[in-house]
């Protein structure tokens, strides 16, 4: 089998190894797309799982089951490594990365003070002095404020 020696930035526009607008693909996408793919072998686990718990049942050899053992351990143990690392890795920097997913920008939390309780990076906080009256709105005592105000006199 012949091997590649072309470097990662030369590869050609149409190979599995390139974005939608040929450009090669960043060294953290190869690296998270080699993570998730790490992490979704836990399918594999299970049916390492299965097959020592059938081996078991049926009466199977001492050395394979600790050959089963084995193997998941060691391989729990790389998916963990794994999960820490992606977490440590963070996530896509590439906001339209095709390879797999990347952090989602929430289109409805665009605009500023949308929300009354939530902070916003866009809008600066206003102290108590800087906050601008409104006259859409009267104050009343306690007693008056629980009944409905009308603002047309009332005739007697």
Same mark, same amino acid.
């Given at each position: 089998?012949?091997?590649? +020696?072309?470097?990662?930035? +030369? ?22 797309? *080699? ?34 053992? *084995? ?46 309780? +939530? ?35 009332? +005739?007697?």
């Amino acid at each position: 089998m012949r091997r590649m +020696t072309r470097p990662e930035n +030369t590869l050609n526009p149409g190979s599995k190894a390139t974005i939608t607008n040929n450009y090669p693909i960043p060294k953290i996408v190869k690296k998270i797309t *080699y993570y998730e793919k790490i992490i979704d072998s836990q399918e594999r686990a299970q049916k390492c799982r299965d097959s020592r718990r059938d081996m078991k049942e049926k009466g199977g050899k001492d050395y394979l089951l600790f050959c089963f053992e *084995y193997d998941l351990s060691k391989l729990l143990e790389k998916i963990d490594h794994t999960e820490v690392s992606l977490e440590r890795l963070g996530p896509c920097p590439i906001i339209n990365c095709t390879r797999h997913q990347a952090p989602i920008k929430d289109v409805e939390m665009e605009e500023s003070g949308q929300y009354a309780n +939530t902070i916003s990076p866009k809008a600066p906080t206003l102290s108590p002095s800087k906050l601008t009256p409104n006259n859409d709105f009267k104050l009343f005592s306690p007693k008056k404020a629980v009944k409905p105000q009308s603002e047309e006199p009332q +005739t007697v």
